[in-house]
């Protein structure tokens, strides 16, 4: 534990020195567009030295009384029987009808976009065949049109010729 507080403190110092680093370097007057790659170039260096400086942190394998301890913890804290205070009891109700509004305040409004979007298809849907309905009565009535066009060319036709007998 000594050991992993000392190398937070040296963590916390190092990254303590890379933001003063950090600062006296925005500090400097900008020459121009070199100056900005060797800064950048500069930052670069320390972060890759600051990778490099970071002890890993070693992990040490448990002991098994270490690892029975903390089973022998975790059971004496589940055979327990949690008592709750009053307020304590009230505050978890309050949490848990909240949470079962929310819930149902959700679903109502996804039932409610269900039916917006089946409505709105719906009317898309009835438009849609009223117009293909639509066209299709005008192109039988054009259909007519032309039949009875073709029918008067050919009358027209036939009184001709047997005008010319």
């Known amino acids: 534990e000594r050991d992993r507080e000392r190398e937070k403190e040296k963590e916390s110092e190092k990254e303590k020195e890379y933001k003063r680093e950090r600062d006296e370097q925005t500090q400097k007057e900008d020459d121009g567009p070199k100056a900005k790659k060797q800064k950048v170039e500069e930052q670069q260096e320390q972060q890759e030295q600051m990778e490099i400086d970071t002890p890993k942190p070693k992990t040490e394998p448990l002991s098994l009384e270490d690892l029975i301890k903390r089973r022998e913890e975790e059971k004496n804290k589940s055979a327990k029987p949690a008592f709750l205070t009053k307020e304590q009891r009230a505050k978890l109700a309050l949490e848990e009808r909240e949470q079962q509004i929310?819930?149902?305040?959700?679903?109502?409004?996804?039932?409610?976009?269900?039916?917006?979007?089946?409505?709105?298809?719906?009317?898309?849907?009835?438009?849609?065949?009223?117009t293909q309905e639509r066209d299709k009565e005008r192109d039988k009535?054009?259909?007519?049109?032309?039949?009875?066009e073709r029918e008067e060319v050919l009358f027209h036709k036939m009184l001709q010729h047997q005008r010319m007998d």
């Open 102 to 130: 929310q819930s149902k305040r959700k679903a109502e409004e996804e039932e409610r976009k269900k039916r917006e979007t089946w409505r709105l298809n719906g009317i898309a849907e009835r438009k849609k065949t009223e």
């Open 141 to 148: 009535e054009r259909e007519k049109e032309r039949e009875e």
